[in-house]
């Protein structure tokens, strides 16, 4: 066997698995080795029945206390038992598994492992993992490695798989030399892989997992200095006129406000960038609303007076077509053709777009992945820039630059990755740091409340609405199985007209209306049409209406960290002075704990790393799923050692493990 080999040449595995894993994406034996836990299973010593809560996930040691029951229910057959310990009682209960009859004896005592649910004053376990005391023993000290499933396949088919398979995880080559491994304390790839699908204990997965993430890091520092060492060289065919850093100057000064010092430093790096003999890479960073559009905005007008053409790439329709209105406005001055260019245009209308972009009639184009689409060709493409960038990868802005004859690229980016991170993980670009917030701009005001809060919440809304501002009301979400997303955003809506009286204007947004419901929607919310939008998240990314000053989010201790500082930065955006209050239903220690940490700073930076210390490791703004960093175990805020490791190694040893760094 070998790893190029075939899954189907794996023991045991016949066609009919074989095709369940390749639904899974695993069609070689190298595919399933790489193909990791998502999390383990660790079992934990038993507690007393009285002391747990819903949603633990706990062992009890019980004694059956009642016969078992089996019957047929409406769509399952039901067998349940109620055990107990010295401290109280609690009941079992399994869907379809009516064998189980005869597995049980009252008398007798076992260890019950699963989810716990309160029912009225009755607590319950769903679904419980059962074992004799003497097995539970073994169970302890193991951790179970779960995989990500689809349906078809179980757990113990892949775990039974890859134990087929051991012998050439083991001897998966080690590319790193020896002494290295030993100085630098690190885990052999084979043994890190072992541990990674047959886990010893905690202490060897955490090496295990830091080996594999350094690897990941490393690989992707050889790609960057590839990418590096092709662009720093390459020659500036664009460059920027004087008429152009004429009509920019004209520009800025007809913004109607005052840049910040980071605005500035940003559109001045451009400026050098774009003059000099080399093309432009660079990553501009900044916190939402710091005011990355107007550098954007100024690079592309810049561009299109030098007599090239740019392109303005975003993650999503309605972001399309919002930075479209803004842009053509701001641009509106100049001999400047702005086109939309995005998936839901009619054929037609698309086809337009192409000619003229063909034709270079226009000058500059905003839109989503439409534009990388084969049949966009541009007459000069000279700019190439990308918004929210951590929703994009490095292929897709590739394929936006292969458009061109070696175009400027300039990517905005709201993620807060640390400096020191981010000049090593965006070692192929120069990076330019907008740390400050417009100065007029007035601190927004959070609070972290109850559901008892909600009248006032909405006599609040009324009074900014009276005020002329407007509202974002963030719904809660909805629980599986029960209603469907839509149904829960246009109930709450409903609801909420009759609140707040018929001289408010209340209008939904979510994500199953069509791109140009949707976009419609947004326009006349800019345009004052509405006053309070109710929506699901998809106004989280770069929406901007800076006269709405109040947002308002259900069930806030739903969502994470990252993302509530993303919904809130669609408020702040403009003079007045903006709320956000945030509903916390639940109200459990930790939720409390958590929404503080928003209530008390508006710090992206801040919040991301108090996110980490709380939740651990997480997918912090998706970087970790990130087009651009597209790691499967690393992430850059719980292996920002691993990181340092890699960065050293690839200095000291340049490209010499290119190609050999198996993932
Ligand atoms: P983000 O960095 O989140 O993309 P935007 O570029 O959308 O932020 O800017 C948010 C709002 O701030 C916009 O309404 C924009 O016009 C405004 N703005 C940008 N720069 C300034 C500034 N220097 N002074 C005042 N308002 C500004
Ligand atoms: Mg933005």
């Given amino acids: 066997m070998r790893l190029e080999d075939d899954i189907i040449s794996v023991k045991g595995v016949g066609e009919k698995t074989a095709k369940d894993f390749n639904r899974l994406g695993i069609s070689t034996i190298k595919d399933l080795v790489f193909y990791y836990p998502r999390s383990y299973k660790t079992y934990s010593e038993p507690v007393p029945v009285s002391s747990v809560a819903e949603g633990d996930r706990v062992a009890v040691f019980c004694k059956v206390i009642t016969y078992v029951e089996s019957h047929k229910g409406r769509r399952y057959n039901i ?29 007798d005592s076992y260890i019950f492992y699963g989810i716990v649910k309160i029912k009225g004053s009755m607590r319950v376990m769903e679904m419980p993992e059962y074992f004799t005391q003497f097995k539970y023993q073994s169970a302890l000290k193991t951790m179970q490695p779960i995989y990500p499933l689809k349906s078809g396949i179980t757990n113990n088919a892949i775990t039974r798989a890859v134990t087929s398979v051991k012998d050439l995880i083991v001897r998966i080559p080690e590319y790193l030399p020896e002494n290295e491994i030993e100085n630098r304390g690190l885990m052999t790839r084979g043994e890190a892989l072992m541990q990674i699908h047959f886990p010893g204990d905690e202490d060897k997965l955490k090496n295990a997992l830091r080996r594999i993430a350094f690897d990941e890091f490393l690989e992707f520092l050889i790609r960057i200095r590839s990418l590096r060492e092709a662009t720093v060289t390459e020659q500036n065919f664009h460059k920027v006129t004087e008429e152009a850093l004429v009509k920019k100057n004209g520009f800025i000064s007809g913004l109607g406000f005052e840049l910040t010092n980071g605005q500035k430093e940003a559109i001045r790096d ?91 009639i226009c000058d500059i184009v905003i839109g989503t992945h439409a534009i990388i689409q084969e049949a966009t060709e541009f007459s000069d493409l000279g700019l190439v ?219 992206g930076f801040y919040i991301a790393s108090e996110d980490l210390k709380l939740r651990g490791p997480g997918d912090f703004f998706g970087i970790r799923q990130s087009g651009d960093m597209d790691f499967k175990i690393a992430d850059i805020y719980n292996y920002a050692d691993m990181l340092k490791l890699a960065q050293d190694v690839s200095l000291e040893y340049g490209k010499q493990f290119e190609g050999k760094i198996i993932l």
């Fill in 79 to 107: 067998t349940s038992l109620s055990a107990a310990d010295d401290s109280g009682s609690i009941r079992m209960v399994w869907f379809n598994m009516p064998f189980l009859r005869n597995v049980f004896k009252k008398g």
């Fill in 270 to 360: 451009i400026e050098t960038d774009m003059s000099s003999e080399h093309v432009m890479n660079r990553l501009v960073q900044g916190d939402v609303g710091s005011g990355k559009t107007v550098v954007a905005v100024t690079a592309l007008l810049m561009n299109a007076i030098s007599g090239h053409q740019g392109a303005l790439m975003v993650p999503t329709e309605v972001l399309a077509v919002q930075h479209y209105d803004d842009i053509s406005r701001m641009l509106k001055p100049y001999k400047i053709t702005v086109r939309l260019l995005t998936g839901s245009m009619t054929p037609k209308e698309k086809r337009t777009v192409y000619q003229e972009l063909k034709e270079g």
């Fill in 385 to 603: 820039v990308t918004d929210e960038q951590h929703r994009f990868g490095v292929k897709q802005r590739d394929k936006l630059t292969s458009k061109g004859h070696i175009p400027h690229v300039l990517i905005m980016s709201a993620t807060p990755i640390p400096r020191t991170l981010a000049i090593i993980l965006y070692a192929d670009m120069d990076i330019s740091v907008i740390k400050d917030m417009p100065a007029e701009r007035k601190r927004i005001k959070n609070c972290v409340v109850g559901t008892e809060y909600r009248p006032s919440a909405y006599s609040f809304i009324k009074q900014q609405v009276r005020d002329g501002h407007q509202a974002y009301v963030i719904c809660p979400m909805v629980e599986e199985n029960e209603i469907t997303e839509a149904e829960n955003v246009i109930n709450y809506s409903d609801e909420l007209k009759k609140e707040l009286g018929s001289s408010i204007r209340v209008e939904y947004l979510h994500g199953k209306m069509k791109e140009n419901e949707k976009t419609d929607i947004l326009r006349r919310f800019v345009d004052r049409q509405i006053d309070v939008l109710v929506s699901t998240t998809v106004i989280e990314v770069g929406i901007n209406n800076p006269n709405a000053t109040l947002m308002m989010i259900e069930n806030a201790e739903r969502f994470g960290l990252a993302q509530l500082h993303q919904l809130r930065g669609r408020v702040g955006r403009g003079d007045a002075q903006s709320y956000c209050i945030f509903i916390n239903v639940k109200k459990s220690k930790e939720s409390v704990e958590r929404l503080q940490v928003l209530e008390n700073s508006n710090d």
